[in-house]
């Protein structure tokens, strides 16, 4: 009888300890337990003071600017005027310079529905100085508004330089919010790069594009001063064949401009530029991307052409995550990750930055190539030489947070958390670079999640040195 209890005993604690490994064994990184101060989810409304609309005739406005070649002394202004086309001129002048130059943009317009668009301009001003400030001026012959901006330093491997990471905004108060935190943040980003889902306009109904003037108008007190890089995301498609509006993407093109033949792309979805130390790709998660088509070719074609040498870091925009492990959205990103993921490890992307999911998360360096139907094998691997994936679709938009996440943490989830905020990648040198990811309820100071990123390809060459 004491044998048999012994016995049992004895079995529990076997089966305890084998569960409590095989627990700890799917345990993957951190999930959050912060619980958020949860606001409604509600546009701001139309006559919000960050709407308003500049005084005068015809005055400028939505007025932002992008990089407008491939290594950083080209601008693209663009602005719209409401009641005229007016000038397409953009003047521009140093700090210290009585000289002022001009550039030449051309105007468009496009109609939506009932609605019909301001006076939409886009002027590349090209040749310019490096890591020098410009002042300019739009709006020429009716009401001028006058901005500034600073053009990055020279492409070179050592060169440190500041990016803000914001996604999936919208135009709500928590969108404010995180605009407002990635403007007084100590780190000052210098350019900020957009993964995807602007304005959710579309949520409207016949997708008012008057949402689209009020976002323009929202982010004007950054855009105008400092480049968005621009992405599109699902919210930026506007295909709705039942209202007579079946072409893709139709306001996004003609609101946003992109560099894209700079880098030989054929569409403005994607393209590259070359900032300070780092080489940027910007891909369409919505346009075809498969093998053979144009996209697939243009980045078969554009990997090979990164030199590290001069711009060490890598870093890949789309809107949909590759990685990520919210339930909503769940593997949507999957057919990307099985065409393009073996590329990524293959160039040593350092790392990859996706919105679509409205909250963060952080995976390790992992890679899953190594599946195919035959061997099975098909679960993510941590690899230091693999790309990090960080999903920042937490700018703050109607639709709310995603909360909802799979149980257990994958392994390759390194933090997670469903808050609203913004990142910023500052990139120190060669080898290190700093990400840290703010929540909007912090201080503007505070870190949420940090990560030292070591350069993928850097790390590689200095292992192969040594060995
Ligand atoms: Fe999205």
Redesign the pocket.
């Given at each position: 009888m004491v044998e048999q209890s012994v016995y049992s005993g004895f079995l529990c604690l076997l089966i305890g300890l084998i569960l409590i490994t095989k627990i700890q064994l799917c345990v993957g990184g951190i999930t959050s337990d912060y619980v958020r101060n949860y606001n409604s989810n509600v546009d701001m409304p139309l006559d919000s003071d960050v709407f308003q609309v500049p005084h005068g005739y015809n005055a400028p406005q939505q007025v932002y600017i992008t990089q407008g070649d491939h290594d950083g002394k080209g601008v693209i202004v663009s602005w719209t005027t409401p009641n005229e086309p007016g000038a397409n001129t953009v003047l521009y002048w140093t700090e210290n310079s009585c000289v002022k130059s001009s550039a030449e943009g051309f105007v468009v317009r496009y109609k939506y529905c009932n609605y019909t668009s301001g006076y939409i301009h886009h002027c590349t001003i090209n040749d310019l100085e490096f890591d020098t400030k410009y002042y300019y001026e739009v709006g020429l012959g009716n009401t001028t508004r006058q901005f500034w901006f600073v053009t990055p330093p020279k492409p070179g491997p050592y060169v440190p330089y500041t990016f803000g990471l914001i996604g999936?905004l919208g135009q709500t108060y928590d969108s404010n919010s995180t605009l407002t935190h990635y403007e007084l943040s100590p780190l000052k980003g210098q350019t900020l790069l957009f993964v995807?889902?602007l304005s959710y306009a579309d949520n409207y109904p016949f997708h008012n594009n008057i949402r689209w003037d009020t976002w323009g108008r929202f982010i004007e007190r950054s855009a105008a001063y400092q480049p968005w890089i621009w992405s599109a995301?699902?919210?930026e498609i506007d295909f709705v064949p039942e209202i007579g509006e079946s072409k893709p993407f139709v306001p996004y093109k003609h609101r946003f401009s992109t560099p894209y033949r700079a880098s030989e792309s054929t569409s403005p979805l994607w393209y590259s530029i070359k900032r300070a130390s780092a080489y940027i790709i910007v891909m369409s998660s919505y346009s075809a991307f498969g093998k053979y088509t144009p996209q697939w070719k243009w980045l078969t074609n554009e990997l090979p052409k990164v030199d590290r040498s001069e711009t060490p870091w890598l870093i890949v925009l789309m809107?949909?995550p590759m990685y990520s492990s919210y339930v909503h959205h769940y593997m949507e990103g999957e057919t990307m990750r099985v065409i393009y993921e073996p590329w990524f490890v293959k160039y040593k992307v350092d790392v990859v930055f996706a919105?679509?999911v409205h909250a963060y998360e952080r995976s390790e360096s992992v890679s899953n190539v190594a599946y195919n139907i035959i061997n099975g094998k098909c679960s993510p691997v941590k690899d230091e030489f693999a790309p990090v994936y960080i999903t920042i679709?937490d700018g703050g938009n109607q639709e709310g947070l995603a909360t909802e996440m799979t149980q257990p943490q994958p392994r390759y989830s390194a933090y997670r958390e469903a808050s609203f905020g913004h990142g910023i990648l500052d990139i120190k040198n060669r080898t290190h670079a700093y990400f840290g990811w703010h929540r909007n309820h912090d201080g503007f100071a505070v870190e949420a999640d940090t990560l030292w990123l070591l350069n993928r390809y850097w790390k590689l060459k200095e292992r192969v040195a040594v060995s």
């Open positions: 999936d995807g889902d995301g699902n919210h809107h949909c919105g679509h679709g």
